[in-house]
C-alpha cells in the first residue's frame, strides 16, 4: 500500500499510488473511504505533506552508529521530544533559514511512522495494528540553538523544520530499511534502520502510554551517524528505500 495526498483543484486529496497514477479516494484516509475513478498521472501531481499531524513526535540518540559518533551513552528508555505542528511541510517546499536567531541549520535523515487509528496504552504486541506505514522525515535542527537551551523545543519547531513525504507506504521491512540523507548529490548518511536502538513496535507503545495517538500524529524515530550543516541555496534529499526521495532546498527567510 502507498498512499499520497495532492493538491486536486486546490483541495488537499488523498489518493492510493496504482503503477505511475493515483487513483483518488473520496472520504479520509484515516477514516471510512472508498476508491473513485479519478486517476492522476503521479508526474503530474503536486504532492503535499502526507499527513497533517496533532503532534510530531520525535526520538534522540536512537542509532547505534549516531550514538558512537557523538561519543555519547544510549539511554535504557527512548527521549522523546516534539516538533511544533507548524514546522511540517512537504516535498518539494523551502526549508526556511532563520537567519535572525541561528547561525548553523543542519539536516537529519528519519523514517517516520504515520499513525492510522487512535492509540492509548497499547501493547508492544500490538503496534503495528495501529501503524497505517510510513514516511520520510527530515528533523531540521538549529544546531547552535540546540546546545545553548539545553532542550530542543525552540532548535526542533522553526516553521519549515519538518520536511515529511513524499508518499506513506508500508511495502518494506522497515527493520532492515536503507536510509540516506544526500546534500547537493553527495551522500552524507548512508545506514539502514537495523542500526535502530528502541525498535518501531517498542517507541509506538512507549509514546501511547505517554500521550494518546492520533490518526495522522507521526513518530519520527532518529537519526543515524553523518549529521551536518546545510547552507543557503543547499538541496537535502532524505532517501528511504521503499518509500522514495523527500527533497527540499534550504532558502534564506526576509
Known amino acids: 500500500m502507498k498512499i499520497a495526498r495532492i493538491d486536486y483543484g486546490g ?19 484515516f477514516a471510512a473511504h472508498t ?21 510530531v513526535i520525535a526520538v534522540g540518540l536512537n542509532y547505534a552508529d549516531h550514538a558512537v559518533e557523538l561519543g555519547m551513552k544510549t539511554t535504557e528508555f527512548p527521549v522523546f ?5 507548524t514546522s511540517v511541510i512537504g516535498p518539494g517546499d523551502n526549508i526556511v533559514y532563520p537567519r535572525h536567531y541561528s547561525s548553523q541549520v543542519d539536516y537529519e535523515a528519519e523514517l517516520a511512522v504515520v499513525i492510522g487509528k487512535s492509540a492509548k496504552n497499547i501493547e508492544e504486541s500490538d503496534a503495528r495494528d495501529y501503524i497505517l ?14 546546545k545553548i537551551d539545553g532542550q530542543w523545543a525552540r532548535a526542533k519547531s522553526f516553521d519549515t523544520f519538518c520536511p515529511i ?21 553527495e551522500v552524507r548518511q548512508d545506514s539502514t534502520t537495523a542500526q535502530l536502538i528502541h525498535k518501531i513496535e517498542f517507541l509506538v507503545s512507549a509514546a501511547s502510554k505517554i500521550m494518546t495517538l492520533e490518526p495522522g500524529d507521526v513518530i519520527a524515530t532518529g537519526t543515524p551517524s553523518g549529521i551536518g550543516e546545510m547552507k543557503v541555496g ?6 528511504i528505500e521503499g518509500i522514495g526521495t523527500l527533497r527540499n532546498q534550504l532558502t534564506m527567510d526576509n
Not at 37 to 53: G, M, Q, T
Not at 133 to 146: E, K, M, P, S, W
Open 81 to 85: 521530544f516534539l516538533k511544533a505542528q
Open 165 to 185: 513525504g513524499p508518499i506513506i507506504s508500508d511495502e518494506f521491512d522497515p527493520s532492515n530499511t536503507a536510509i540516506r540523507a544526500i546534500l547537493n548529490g
Open 11 to 29: 483541495k488537499p486529496t488523498y489518493g492510493y499510488i496504482d503503477g505511475d497514477k493515483i487513483n483518488l479516494i473520496d472520504g479520509d484516509i
Open 35 to 55: 476508491k473513485t475513478d479519478i486517476f492522476i498521472p503521479l508526474d503530474d501531481a503536486k504532492l503535499l505533506a502526507p499527513c497533517v499531524p496533532s503532534k
Open 234 to 239: 543547499d538541496v537535502i534529499e532524505i532517501y
Open 133 to 146: 506505514g510510513y514516511t520520510c522525515l527530515n528533523d531540521v535542527t538549529a544546531r547552535d540553538l540546540q
